[in-house]
């Protein structure tokens, strides 16, 4: 049984449109009241998102490290807040894997979106050969404490979200025994943080995964887009 802490985030990436939010907004109106949807559309979204729907949660999809300065192209943690975001999106499998970005760079991060009232949404995840090398708990242990060195576990808000590289966007799922062993670990180590899982979350396997052990809410980039298939997810965290 699932109850209104229960995490639901879009990850749109470099998707969506304006239309497709209002589309969502009122689709969702019902079931958005009992889950606790963060909607995390392109950053050009957000202003307009938050004056048409103030009781949307909203994120980023990144944030620099530094305040402000020089960095073409990038945006700051001040900049998501005062556009109306209350989350960020931190070390998503794509920033590390496009952007260079390393664990330590991710802590930066998260400091620095905690220091301006944003919740970072930290993510972590192993690769299909460490996967299969079962080295998963090892490696998510050293990305995990690089990637929160700066933050004080029990004082700050964060969430933590799993999301194994080799499900991400291809359809493959984490098994929901694979699942339970990652979550088991991390909430040793995190007993008070909400711990999310993404990668491939459908309309179809959602409430699985969602009533597994220590799965605080998932974390959906692909279905995220589709509104009937997301109305699904969002069901099933109600
Ligand atoms: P996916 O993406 O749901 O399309 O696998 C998840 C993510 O990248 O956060």
């Not at 689709?27 to 958005?32: A, D, H, I, L, P």
């Not at 729907?53 to 998501?80: M, N, R, V, W």
Request: hydrophobic residues 35%; aromatic residues 6%.
């Amino acid at each position: 049984m699932q109850n209104r802490s229960t995490y639901v985030v879009s990850n749109w990436k470099m998707n969506g449109t304006t239309a497709l939010i209002h589309d969502m907004v009122q689709t969702y109106r019902q079931s958005v009241r009992r889950a606790h949807w963060i909607l995390c559309p392109p950053a050009t979204l957000i202003t307009e998102t938050r004056r048409h729907y103030p009781e949307i949660a909203l994120g980023g999809q990144d944030c620099h490290h530094k305040t402000s300065g020089a960095f073409t192209g990038d945006i700051s943690a001040h900049l998501l807040t005062e556009a109306g975001a209350s989350y960020v999106i931190l070390g998503h499998s794509e920033r590390r894997h496009y952007h260079g970005e390393t664990s330590t760079t991710v802590a930066e991060k998260a400091c620095t979106a905690i220091s301006h009232g944003l919740t970072p949404i930290i993510c972590i995840g192993e690769s299909e050969e460490t996967y299969d090398k079962k080295q998963t708990i090892d490696f998510l242990k050293k990305q995990l404490n690089e990637s929160l060195a700066n933050i004080h576990r029990t004082q700050h808000n964060v969430i933590v979200a799993y999301e194994p590289i080799w499900a991400i966007g291809t359809g493959k799922t984490a098994t929901v025994t694979d699942i339970e062993q990652v979550h088991t670990f991390l909430r040793e180590q995190l007993p008070n943080t909400p711990l999310l899982y993404g990668g491939s979350v459908t309309g179809s396997n959602a409430r699985e995964i969602l009533s597994t052990q220590n799965v605080n809410g998932v974390l959906v980039g692909g279905a995220s887009l589709k509104t009937d298939e997301f109305a699904k997810i969002l069901d099933a965290a109600c």
